[in-house]
């Protein structure tokens, strides 16, 4: 355990600095993913140390327009601050018109199983809008398929590496199963972000705070795997992000 | 240090429950480290400015989210900063096939051209920081990680080093930093 702690420690340190890449990026990444404390605090403190550098650089005043034109957007997009639209609840939603709407209301209805156990559902609710906010999120349609056809779902995706997977119809996981949640890039292996569980209804959704991946993701996938499988995709997809 | 990591703290929170005033301090504190930070990476002003721009608007919509298991609020803000300069830098790299802005594009593609543009931000950089003590391989590596966005592969092939002495100087410079900053993980 220690030794293997010293090896993702190493890539760690290169991943606080951005250079981690290729595969064992995406090793280190998906090792993240699995929720490893240790070495979530580990690249947490590595940054900090990263601070020394933009601190040694001579700094630069920015001309005064940058403010006034900052706030000229707040001011103009009305954007509330994530606590804001926390407090105020469902008023802010309804000046979001078109797809954005739907796609909240969605997520209101549906939103119920979130990972409550780690995460107060607000918080949860407050991620999804911002990623619904960013123009670049990108909304796909998850297509059952193998063992689960009846499956459905809807991944957001945001290449900065924060994604939302809602999942219905997609029965429990058996016992010393997991679906586990893959995203893909174009000619890339398989990359875990994460593991959805689903209640007695088939309902479950799970937020994922991963990193960008060095090309843009091409499908997303839900695999049923053995416990504790995240190193590749082993077992039956039960859902897809494309129709075959 | 910690003082002040805490009023920023408390600005943030305050953003966050959509006060502008605050949300106009927290700006004065990390503005023109941000904007150094962006130039440095971006090399053109107009970039600079857009990316301090955008920065400060996820900081703005974001401040809710911000917790200080996130690490401190400089870190916070400063790696949105490298992650959306490290964006436009990949962008512009696939666009240009060079890492560096010009307007002469076969320039871009000189090794000289990038050689002599890192040297001279190096020359900026403050000599009575804790970089000035770091043997020149290490800070070399580490610079051009943390401030053009390159990979350790990107490193490797752009200094004709193997891949294992690329990264072996990156953790060394980490390591050598955090004694010298008394940062050392327990």
Redesign the interface.
Same mark, same amino acid.
């Given at each position: 355990m220690a030794r293997e702690h010293e090896h993702w420690t190493e890539q760690g340190e290169i991943f606080a600095l951005g250079a981690l890449d290729g595969r064992e990026g995406e090793d280190f990444e998906a090792h993240l993913a699995a929720g490893c404390a240790i070495c979530e605090a580990h690249v947490r403190e590595t940054r900090e140390t990263l601070s020394v550098l933009h601190r040694a650089l001579k700094p630069i005043n920015p001309p005064g327009a940058v403010k006034t034109r900052l706030f000229d957007q707040i001011a103009k997009d009305n954007v509330v601050p994530i606590a804001a639209a926390r407090t105020k609840q469902i008023a802010p939603w309804r000046k979001i018109t078109g797809a954005l709407a739907a796609g909240i209301v969605g997520i209101v209805i549906g939103g119920t199983y979130y990972r409550l156990h780690y995460e107060p559902r607000h918080t949860v609710y407050s991620a999804v809008i911002n990623l619904l906010l960013d123009p670049v999120t990108r909304d796909h349609t998850l297509f059952g398929t193998g063992p689960t056809t009846q499956a459905k779902g809807r991944f957001l995706w945001n290449e900065s590496g924060e994604g939302h997977i809602f999942a219905t119809n997609l029965p429990t996981a058996p016992e010393g199963k997991m679906y586990a949640v893959w995203t893909i890039a174009h000619n890339s292996a398989p990359r875990y972000v994460g593991t959805i569980t689903t209640d007695a209804n088939g309902q479950g959704g799970l937020h994922i705070n991963s990193t960008r991946s060095e090309k843009p993701i091409e499908t997303f996938a839900v695999t049923l795997e053995p416990q504790g499988n995240t190193a590749a995709p082993s077992g039956p997809m039960v859902l897809v992000s494309k129709q075959s | 240090m910690a003082a002040d990591s805490n009023i920023a703290v408390q600005l943030i !929170?305050r953003? &966050? $429950? !959509?006060d @502008?005033e605050a949300f %106009?301090q927290l700006?004065d504190r990390f %503005?023109?480290?941000v904007?150094?930070?962006a130039? @440095?990476m971006l090399r053109a002003q107009s970039d600079?400015?857009d990316l301090? !721009?955008e920065v400060?608007?996820q900081v703005? @919509?974001?401040?809710?989210?911000y917790s200080q298991e996130?690490? %401190?609020p400089? &870190?916070w803000i *400063?790696?949105i900063a490298? %992650?959306r300069a490290?964006?436009k830098l990949r962008a512009i790299r696939r666009r240009d096939k060079s890492f560096i802005l010009t307007d002469d594009p076969a320039a871009a593609e000189s090794p000289d051209n990038v050689e002599s543009a890192v040297g001279e931000s190096e020359a900026?950089?403050?000599m009575n920081? $804790?970089?000035a003590n770091l043997p020149e391989a290490q800070r070399r590596v580490?610079?051009l990680?943390?401030?053009s966005?390159?990979? !350790? =592969?990107?490193?490797a092939e752009r200094l004709a080093e193997p891949l294992g002495t690329v990264?072996t100087r990156?953790?060394a410079a *980490?390591q050598r930093? @955090?004694v010298m900053?008394g =940062?050392q $993980?327990a």
């Open positions: - | !929170q953003a &966050a $429950a !959509q @502008r %106009s700006y %503005s023109s480290l904007f150094s930070l130039m @440095r600079a400015e301090l !721009q400060f608007m703005w @919509r974001q401040a809710g989210s996130r690490g %401190s400089e &870190a *400063i790696n490298r %992650s490290i964006d900026k950089l403050a920081s $804790a970089l580490l610079e990680a943390f401030f966005g390159l990979s !350790q =592969t990107e490193i990264k990156m953790r *980490i930093l @955090r900053l =940062t $993980a």
